[in-house]
């Protein structure tokens, strides 16, 4: 939503300055170790030199715009070929980028940690890592592959006490921190251990939600992150051509103009982008695992939400189009509700961040993307988007599901099923569901 000038996108705000002293204002009364000036590492342009000499001729305005404009197509380029590798890739890109964010934001803490040499700070925040990412992946593996869990017998046995081997490796964890704690930097530590937890809840959380969402189908992976980077995309252009009115202290160089232009752009492409992706079972249909053939696959026949219907238009809306009903895809309805979110609330992502880089004075989280920063400051918008999902489609979208209810059926006792049988049995002829067995009682 930027003003001319600005280097970053809708969800993307790069503070003033490149270089600052970070106070960590965890000093205890007794000691002047911990009041120290560390220094938070500088970020630097990593434009490529090919790049530069062909834009040398541009005033930095113009040249900005266009190194952003070259590495933005590169990364939807990107975003299409992983697209059509499948699900599993995605699967694999998700946790890189849930790795890349997490060291992002460790290593500004390390930078001030470090400069204490105090212990194991970079070591347990890499070991509660994977400590989170065992409980929620091994979760999905339970929820989604029971089949294949419950006919190996290793894994049997790692399902069933998953989450007391879990909670053991966290523990293990905790214990190494308080045997590392240090005298006259105990403040500054539980505040490190803060910083470390509350990266796991943004990161890796967030990342277990977008795979709990790409297994609904790949639809509601696709089009969420779509309207982000539209959003964030036509924001950028409408503030860096029109924009005038400041839309928020905390981004001084967001614009009203960008916000606005960047919502009705959104909501438009989310409308289009379902309607050509909902013909499609490939992109509708859940990801599941084939027990017969040992391997992901995305079949099945759609449900009502992605088959087109007949919708009568309100009144006010036929004098204007003259048409009387509208043929569409219940999905693009949800669509709008998608769009909106990532217009309206997904840039709340972009100001968090925003508030955070200031906080250290820094301009971007790393500078692994030339003219984008880091990997952090192009999702930063994507986690709030991704539980806005989740929550959305387990609160209007999803329903019982009969394949995990006999998943978990199969699991009980022989004794337990028969008495699960019989009473559900019973049910049925009650209500009139099983005529034959009436008749057979009578």
């Known amino acids: 939503y930027f003003v001319e000038g600005q280097r970053g996108g809708g969800c993307k705000q790069t503070s003033h300055g490149s270089e600052s002293e970070l106070k960590d204002g965890a000093s205890d009364s007794d000691s002047k170790v911990d009041s120290g000036p560390p220094e938070v590492p500088v970020t630097s342009d990593d434009t490529p030199e090919v790049l530069n000499k062909a834009l040398s001729g541009l005033s930095s305005r113009w040249r900005n715009w266009w190194v952003r404009g070259i590495l933005t197509m590169a990364m939807i380029s990107f975003f299409f070929f992983i697209i059509y590798m499948g699900p599993i890739v995605l699967m694999m890109i998700v946790l890189c980028v849930q790795i890349k964010c997490f060291q992002e934001i460790i290593h500004i803490g390390y930078s001030v940690y470090h400069s204490y040499h105090l212990p194991w700070f970079r070591s347990l925040s890499w070991y509660f890592l994977l400590c989170v990412n065992y409980f929620f992946y091994g979760e999905t593996v339970t929820d989604y592959f029971f089949s294949l869990v419950q006919r190996e017998e290793p894994l049997r046995i790692l399902s069933k006490y998953h989450r007391f081997i879990s909670f053991a490796l966290y523990l ?4 190494m921190f308080v045997l590392s704690l240090v005298k006259k ?49 036509m924001a950028y252009m409408f503030g860096f051509f029109f924009g005038r009115t400041p839309l928020i202290k905390l981004s001084p160089k967001k614009t009203w103009e960008g916000f606005i232009g960047g919502f009705f752009a959104t909501v438009v492409f989310g409308i289009l982008l379902s309607y050509v992706m909902a013909g499609y079972r490939y992109f509708v249909c859940p990801v599941e695992f084939n027990n017969d053939t040992n391997r992901f696959q995305v079949d099945c026949e759609p449900s009502e939400l992605f088959q087109l219907t007949d919708y009568v238009l309100p009144a006010f809306l036929e004098s204007f189009t003259g048409w009387t009903t509208v043929r569409l895809y219940p999905f693009q309805i949800h669509s709008v509700a998608l769009s909106a979110f990532a217009s309206i609330m997904g840039p709340f992502g972009g100001f968090f961040a925003s508030g955070f880089k200031r906080a250290f004075k820094i301009k971007d989280f790393a500078n692994t993307i030339p003219g984008h920063g880091g990997i952090m400051d192009r999702f930063d918008c994507q986690y709030l988007m991704a539980t806005f999902v989740n929550v959305y489609i387990a609160s209007f ?10 998943q978990q059926l199969l699991a009980l006792r022989p004794d337990q099923q028969l008495y699960i049988f019989n009473s559900l049995k019973t049910h049925l ?6 005529p034959a067995l009436e008749r057979a009682a009578a």
């Open 185 to 233: 930097h105990y403040r500054l530590q539980f505040y490190m251990f803060g910083w470390t937890h509350v990266t796991l809840l943004i990161v890796v959380t967030q990342s277990h939600l977008i795979i709990h969402n790409l297994f609904e189908g790949m639809i509601w992976f696709i089009v969420p992150i779509s309207c982000v980077i539209c959003n964030d995309i």
């Open 429 to 434: 002829t009650e209500r009139g569901l099983l």
């Open 172 to 175: 293990t964890g905790f214990c």
């Open 397 to 406: 979208i999803r329903g019982p599901n009969p394949s995990k209810v006999i």
